[in-house]
């Protein structure tokens, strides 16, 4: 993973809104949607809870998020 994707995993749960934390990292909504899809695929757990317009952390999301912080 690179550091700007750590840096997208950041602004997500600190906005928690998805076109919001996109405007932020200067990237495309469908961009960053892309992103968490392929992520969640690739290490086979669900990273948020998506509901309307909000994107909460799961447990398994919290634990790639405090090491991002860490980086």
């Keep these: 993973m690179h550091i700007y994707q750590l ?3 950041l602004i997500i749960n ?3 809104n998805l076109s919001r934390a996109a405007e932020k ?3 495309t ?3 960053l ?3 968490i899809g392929n992520l969640e695929r690739s290490c086979g757990l669900k990273l ?3 509901a309307k317009n909000v994107m909460t952390p799961t447990a398994a ?3 790639y998020i405090e090491a991002a912080q860490k980086s």
Aim: with cysteine; net charge neutral.
């Design 33 to 35: 949607s892309q992103f």
């Design 29 to 31: 909504e469908s961009a």
């Design 14 to 16: 600190q906005e928690r």
């Design 25 to 27: 990292c200067f990237v």
């Design 7 to 9: 840096n997208y995993l």
């Design 48 to 50: 948020f809870f998506r």
């Design 61 to 63: 999301g919290m634990l």
